[in-house]
Structures are given as C-alpha cells and as structure tokens.
C-alpha cells in the first residue's frame, strides 16, 4: 500500500501531466479554456479592426474567411466547451458529495484529446492558414477549398470531439452512480442537473457531427463523392447532419449556464431557488426541443413550406420553457436579501441581456420573415447576445464565485465590478448595432463593405465596443494575479447552499473526509439552518482509496494526434505508426494492473486537524 | 436611388415581410417591458440594506404563477404563428420549378403569360441571368419590368451562393444540383441592390448585383435587343471602336458574349455600356475598367478572369477596347 506521499515524490509537472484527480483536470480544462478563448478573441478583434471602416484593407479576404472559421470554430470547441467542463469537473463531484468522477483515467483522456485537438486546429495557421469555410464548413466549398485548412478543421474537431464525447458519458455515470447517501435525483443542484441534461445532449449531437466531418474528409482526401453533385452527391444532406448536431449544440452551451445561475441567484438572494421541478422539467424539455428544429438553420436552404412551417412553430415552442426558467430567476430574487457581488452582477446581467437574445431568436424562428434575417448582421447578433450575454456571462459568474473553491483566493471584488461593467458595455456596444446593419443590407461574413450604403457609423461603434470588451478581459487577468493575497475566508465566503461549500478550500485530494449525508436539497444550507452548519457523516472515518495518477491519456492523444497529421497530409505511413502507438497504449492501459492507493486514516486526521 | 434596406421595402414580398418582422417586434417589446420590470422593481426593492441580517423565507414556487407564465407565452407564439405560417405558404406559391403542381397550373394559366421566368445562376463570384423564355443571357444586372410577378429560379455552377434584394424580396440559396424559387414583384421603376449571403469564398463580400425595376415597354424594347442586338447596335461606330471590337474577339470573346456570339464563362457583354458598375462593385470609369482588365485578382481575389498585361494588350489597344465596350448598349 503507497501513500498520498507517493505523488509528491515526482516533480510537479510530472504530477499536473499525469493527474486523474478531477479537481486537477477541471483546472487544467479552465486555463485550456482560458487560453483559446483568448486567442478567438484576438481573431475577433482582428475582424473588428478590419471592420472598423468601409473597404478597409487590414487583412486580405482569404485571411478574413480564416479568422471567421477560426474565431467560431474555437469560441464554440474549444473556449466555451472546456469552460464549462471546467467547472463540470470541479464542480459536480463536490456537489454531489462524491470522492472523484466515475472513470477518473477516461476524464484524463478527455482533457488531454481537447488539448491535442486545439492544437492542430491552430497549428493550421503555421502551415499555409487555418480552414476558410466557416466554423459550419459547409459543402461544397469546404470540399473544394484549397490547401489544407479544412484538413486541420476536420481533424482537430475529431480529436477534440472524442475527448468531448468520452467527458459526456463520464458526466451521466458520475451523477447517475455516484450521488451522496440521500442524494435523491430531485434534491440534485440545479447545475448538476444541467450537467447531466448537458451531457445528454452531447452523447446524442456529436456522433452526427463526427459522421458529417468524417464524410468531408472521404470526400476531400479519398475522392468521395457524397456532396459532388456531378457525380451524383448531394449538398444539402451535410447541412442535415450538421445541423443535427449544431443546433444541440447551442444548447450544450446554454444549459450549464443556466445552471450556473440557478447556483448563483440563489445564493446571493439567500432563497432557495423558486420553481426547483418547474426548472428541472424545463431543462429536460429545453434538451429534448433543442434536437427537434434543426433545420431552421436552413429555412432559405429550399426545404419547401411545410418543412419550413413544422420547423418554425417547434422552434418558437422552446420560447415557452425558457421564459419559465427567466421567471423563475426574477421569482428567486423576489422577497430576497440581493447582495450585489460580482458573481451576481454577472449572474443578474444576464437576465435582460439573455431576454435581448432570446426574443430576436423567436423573431428568426418566423421563417418567412427568416428570409430577410437569415446571414445577415441580425444573426451575429441574435447569436452573441445569447452565447455572450448566455454562456459567458455565466463563465464569469462562475469564474468569481467558485474561484475562491478552486484556487484558494478571492478575486478582487473591486476589480472584479470594473471589469463587469466594462465589460457589458463593450458587449451591448458592440452587438446591438448589428442587429440593424444586418436589416440594412449587410451580410454575415463578408470581408468588408462598400462606402456610402450607410454601413459606416455602425460598423465603427461595433469596433469600439469589441475593443472595450478586449480591454476588459485584460482586467480579468490582471485580477487574477493581483488578488492572490486574498486568502482568507475562503472555504464558504458566499454562505453557500450546496456540498462543494461543505468542504475546504482549496480542496484536498479526497474532497470529503467522510461521504456527508444528504437531508434536503441545499444540502449544506439545510444544515446551517436545521442543524449545527457541519454536513452529518454517512460513514465512518476509514482509510480512502483513491486512484493513480497516469501518463498513458497523454500518450493515446499523441497517437491519435499523429494518425490525425497523417489523415491531414494523406501520408499512410503516418497514419499506421499513429494508430499502432495509439492502441498500443490502450493495449497497456488495459493489462497493466493499478489498484489504486489508500490515504490512512490517521494522514486524513492529520489533514483535519485533529490528529 | 440605390435601395439597400429590408426596412424600406419596394415590393409586395418584402412587404410582408417586413410586416411580419414588425409584428414580432411588438409582441417582443412588449415581453421585454413586462420583463425589465419586473427586473427593475426586484433589484431596487430586494437589495439588501446596510445592517440588514435577517433570512428570506425559503419559497418552493407557486403552481397559479407557473401556471400564468407558461400559458401567455404560448398565446404570444400564437400571435406569431399564424400569420407566419400563412405568409409561408404565400410566398411558397411562386410557380417555381421546384413545385410541380404549380408548375402545371402557371403552363395552362392565361395569367402565365405575365410571369416574367429569370434562371439566376451563381457564380465565383458574379450573377448570370437566363430568361429561358426570352432567349437572353445577361450579366450581372437583372433588369425586370414594373407591376409584373417575376418568378427567379436559383441555381449555381460551383458552390452554394444566396440570392438577396433586400427591399424587393428575402433570400433564397443558390444550391448546386437542386433548383430553388422564389418571387418577387416591383411596383415602382428603381435600381434594387443585390448581394450574394451565403459564404462563397474570398470575394464573396463583392459578389453583388443589381435588380433594374423598369416600364414594361422599355423592358420590352430591352429583352428584344438582348435575344437579338440590331446590327445598328452591335456594330461600332468609329475607328477606334472597330479596332475595339478586333480586340475584343482576339481576347474576350472565349468568355464574355456579345449577343450570341461568345463564350459563357463570364458574363455577357451585350448590353455592358449599360452598367453602373464594374465586376459588381467599382465604378463605371475608364480607369477602373482599365485596372479590372489589367489585374483583376488583386481587386477580387481568386475570381476566374486572367490578368491581360501590357504585351497581351497594348495601351493603345486597351483604349480600343474600352471604347467597344462602352458602346455595347441596347436600351438607346
């Protein structure tokens, strides 16, 4: 039997590459995160500037179809994603009072695949520049498009799609299996629950993005056919497929925000959340529409106007559970002790701005008005107010209020609020506008405009508020590293409602001590209120097992990452010692036995304080 | 004046498309007021007060008020629904090629004889207009005649492009091997700026065109020197213009037609003199022209057109060649 000592003894790097701990990972999703986010963001700001005035020559055309792919192709997979399944791994087990995930060494495999994935995608623009078709690569001009830029953007999705899909499945055994005595499925957190919703909608949407990207490389580097309409392909189909993953997928971007919110609302209007079922109910038929209307991406695609009608009305019906949860939000606040922290500020920011996005979405979801929204402005902004004033709102909140859980610290409230503001401001500037440029002629996606058809003024506020945005996230990081001080009052400084609060900050190893037993929902809360504010045991201090670290999530991604570069350059060679090194680390991943360690009772006494 | 706008519609289509959009934007608003209320009274009113400690009352929820909040919504959509359900279906009927029963109908109707019937083929990165019925290919301009239906059916050579006129009617995509429809009518004389909304490639953003609204006798007088130029109209008048056209056949002619003489791999020429712009987006002048002619990648990159240098065509060939072309009309 080995010791929690055993991991100290190798050096620290070797520990972050080889963690399985789910804490671990789900920082590492977060600084991974963090990182393309940036970079999409600095591709945005391009745009912005090359945007900024009429026939502006700042980037090339080429270069601008580029930095478009690329912006939405790594906001959507690999910023917001990984955000999210940030926290999921952080977040989840805590809550639901359980020691790690159910597959420690998979979530490992999962993070390490996203990361390999994000890398070749950007390695494209070292090799003659990233993927020019748009981060929906629709065909055929991603078939035909040159050089080898769509390679990357297929292969990079595919390896960082597995990861994806592995991370969802984790997600559903976890909380299905793993929840605290008492625990039932109606007294889970609300992001918990989006969680599992979340990772549902990934299981069923990624499969057909991985058959439409596969269908694509057929076609691009083993001369398919199946969008070559001379030789009998059909173009549309890839739409389909796309669609009937891409329209879920805005979903797996917006409900773990809502459940984001419905941890922080609640919280900061000390109220439990209102509606609990309502919420719940309302999110699994949010999942449940979200694979029904698809084909609204494509209502001037030519489906005809019965498609086009069924499609339309079972979109608006998603308006119906969505509105119930915003009542429920401002219902939660209603009659309670609002304390506006940054976490809040973000959390509540949301509200209008989410409704801005969500009434236009209803308005795009009219299908004969759709002919006049559909690519233009009015759709980029529709789109960002939901995903910005969405899911990143919901980022940030999440950011300031489990930061002091994750990283020990506080973030500076002060700096935090600044940040805020400039921050919605720079957001509303830049996205509002657009919604009138689109009506005013301007499509989505072109590299510039022509003076003189009142495009200009718009275009230049739009700019300015991309470069206030910018300007803010800088704050954000200088956050970061100025509060690292802010050390006390950590482990509960929100006066939490749910598990992860019942725990130390940072968190040790084994999260709980003991498995705490569950007696309401806001377990801890019910505890603070009910009993003496310390969670009950549901068993006995004994020794914890816990499981070893590994080095092979690391070696299988190579593999694949290697297979990937052969597939992209058409080398079989490459494809072969890829794929061998590939399953020859599964292949010992599979016969090597690992039992794991044990923690002593007495090193868990020590850690408490009372040994 | 050049009209650019969904917001200030020129024509039945867009008319009601517009009325629907203000529809929406109605029930919308008044969902955002009943919202940002309610918003704005909870964070005044529930903020919390310096020294206040005491602890909410823990709310499950309110089955009367769930109740409410989830069937006014759905008397809304209603609102919104119906009507765009109906004018779906209107604006469906268009006796496109995509829809065979109405096909038939337009064939045997009397009516049928008013529909004007445009093929608008996309390209990398410029507009071709067929009218099958007519016998004209045209360039770039679509010329249309007032107070007419005219039914435009949608195809591309290459990849998917998206045909848009956003004060006569709604997009509608340009798909290889499948043929769209849609219609669209212009009550009043005008020029309607066109652009192409589905990325298409590096110079997708100048892939515009422009629809020309005119009186039917001049749309007449137009189609007929179109299918068939006069020799008064395609033969140069002058020297220089002569000397044009000779260059012009030994360098153009493989793809831009001149009635029905030329090849179809870039748009036709025959009533180019007509234009108000170049390649879609420059100024009609004879600098610009000169430039396109002499570069025209660096101006819209990855389009089809070779570059013609000084030793392809001399400087003073170009001068010919620039006096042809401006005299190629057909509505003088």
């Known amino acids: 039997m080995s010791n929690s000592t055993a991991a100290s003894k190798k050096s620290v790097l070797y520990d972050w590459l080889t963690t399985v701990d789910h804490k671990k990972i789900g920082i590492m999703y977060f600084f991974g995160g963090l990182f393309f986010f940036t ?48 926290f999921m791994n952080f977040v989840v087990p805590l809550q639901i009072g359980a020691r790690d995930v159910a597959f420690p060494f998979i979530n490992s495999l999962g993070l390490w695949l996203f990361i390999f994935g994000g890398i070749i995608l950007n390695i494209s623009w070292m090799t003659g520049g990233g993927p020019d078709a748009g981060w929906t690569a629709y065909t055929p001009l991603s078939t035909t498009s040159g050089g080898h830029g769509v390679d990357y953007y297929v292969m990079g999705l595919q390896v960082a799609g597995a990861g994806t899909l592995m991370s969802a499945i984790n997600f559903l055994v976890t909380i299905v299996n793993m929840r605290a005595p008492g625990m039932s499925m109606m007294r889970m957190p609300l992001f918990t629950w989006t969680t599992f919703v979340t990772s549902m909608l990934i299981l069923f949407a990624f499969p057909a993005l991985t058959i439409g990207l596969l269908l694509i490389m057929l076609d691009r580097i083993f001369g398919g056919a199946f969008f070559d309409v001379a030789l009998g392909g059909n173009v549309v189909i890839y739409q389909h497929l796309f669609w009937i993953f891409g329209h879920p997928e805005v979903y797996i971007l917006i409900l773990p925000a809502f459940g984001i919110f419905s941890e922080v609302i609640p919280t900061f209007a000390k109220k439990r959340l209102f509606g609990y079922t309502a919420m719940v109910f309302a999110t699994m038929i949010i999942g449940f529409l979200g694979f029904m209307v698809w084909a609204h991406h494509m209502f001037t695609v030519g489906m005809g106007p019965v498609a086009n009608a069924i499609f339309a ?19 939660t606040l209603w009659g309670g002790r609002i304390k506006f922290t940054t976490a809040n500020l973000f959390a509540l920011a949301f509200i209008p701005s989410f409704v801005l996005g969500g009434v236009t979405g209803v308005q795009l979801a009219m299908s004969a008005a759709d002919y006049q929204f559909h690519d233009t402005y009015f759709v980029v902004a529709h789109f960002h107010y939901v995903i910005i004033g969405g899911s990143v709102l919901g980022i940030f909140s999440a950011t300031f209020y489990w930061w002091p859980k994750m990283f020990g610290y506080r973030l500076s409230e002060t700096l935090g609020k600044w940040f805020f503001w400039l921050f919605l401001i720079g957001f509303h500037l830049t996205f509002f506008v657009q919604h009138f440029l689109g009506l005013m002629g301007m499509p989505r996606r072109v590299g510039s405009y022509l003076d003189g058809q009142g495009l200009n003024e718009m275009n230049f506020i739009s700019s300015m508020g991309a470069f206030l945005m910018g300007f803010a996230f800088i704050l954000l990081v200088i956050n970061v590293l100025v509060s690292r001080k802010n050390t006390d009052n950590v482990q509960d400084p929100w006066d939490g409602r749910t598990l992860e609060w019942a725990t130390t900050s940072p968190v040790q190893e084994y999260n709980f001590a003991q498995t705490p037993l569950v007696r309401d929902l806001d377990a801890f809360w019910y505890e603070k209120m009910e009993g003496d504010g310390r969670m009950k045991a549901a068993e006995p201090l004994d020794d914890i097992h816990m499981p070893n670290g590994s080095i092979l999530p690391i070696f299988i991604s190579l593999g694949f990452s290697i297979l990937a570069f052969g597939v992209i350059y058409s080398q079989w060679w490459l494809m072969i010692v890829g794929g061998v090194f590939m399953f020859s680390m599964m292949f010992i991943r599979s016969i090597k036995e690992d039992h794991g360690y044990h923690i002593p009772v007495s090193e868990i006494k020590k850690e408490k304080g009372e040994g | 004046m050049e009209n650019l706008s969904a917001l200030d519609p020129r024509g039945p289509v867009a008319e009601m498309q517009l009325d629907l959009i203000m529809l929406s934007l109605y029930v919308m608003i008044f969902v955002i007021i009943v919202v940002f209320a309610i918003f704005t009274y909870v964070l005044v009113k529930f903020r919390e007060k310096p020294g206040d400690t005491h602890i909410p009352k823990q709310v499950h929820g309110n089955r009367a008020l769930e109740f409410i909040w989830t069937v006014i919504p759905i008397i809304l959509l209603l609102i919104l629904a119906v009507p765009n359900v109906m004018t779906q279906f209107t604006l469906a009927d268009s006796g496109g090629a995509d829809d065979d029963v109405d096909q038939e109908l337009i064939d045997e109707d009397e009516e049928a004889e008013d529909v004007v019937r445009i093929e608008a083929h996309g390209h990398q990165f410029w507009w071709e207009f067929i009218y099958p019925d007519l016998d004209i290919n045209a360039g770039q301009d679509m010329y249309i005649p007032t107070d007419t239906r005219v039914v435009v059916e949608l195809e591309a050579s290459d990849v998917i492009h998206s045909f848009w006129v956003p004060a006569l009617a709604g997009k509608t995509d340009n798909v290889p091997g499948i043929t769209n429809s849609l219609w669209l009518e212009a009550p009043e004389e005008g020029v309607y700026y066109g652009k192409c909304t589905e990325l298409c490639g590096a110079s997708h953003w100048l892939m515009d065109f422009k629809v020309l609204a005119v009186d039917p006798d001049t749309f007449d007088t137009w189609a007929e020197n179109m299918a068939e130029p006069d020799e008064e109209l395609t033969e140069p008048e002058g020297e220089v213009a002569v000397e044009g056209r000779e260059v012009f056949e030994n360098n153009c002619i493989q793809c831009h037609a001149v009635g029905d003489e030329g090849g179809p791999v870039g748009p036709n020429f025959t009533n180019f003199g007509e234009r108000t712009v170049i390649a879609g987006f420059l100024d009609y002048n004879e600098e610009n022209l000169v430039d396109w002619i002499r570069d025209p990648d660096s101006l819209k990159p990855d389009n089809e057109m070779p570059a013609f240098d000084e030793n392809t065509i001399s400087d003073d060939e170009m001068d010919a060649l620039v006096e042809y072309v401006n005299e190629l009309k057909v509505l003088e």
């Open chain 1, 313 to 331: 009305v079972a979109t608006m019906a998603i308006a119906v559970p969505t509105g119930i949860k915003i009542f429920n939000w401002l219902l």
């Open chain 1, 39 to 86: 970079i999409a963001g600095i591709e945005a700001m391009l745009m912005r500037i090359q945007l900024m005035f009429p026939e502006m020559g700042f980037v090339g055309e080429q270069t601008f179809n580029e930095l478009l792919t690329m912006h939405g192709t790594t906001m959507l997979f690999l910023a917001a994603m990984p955000l999210f399944f940030a």
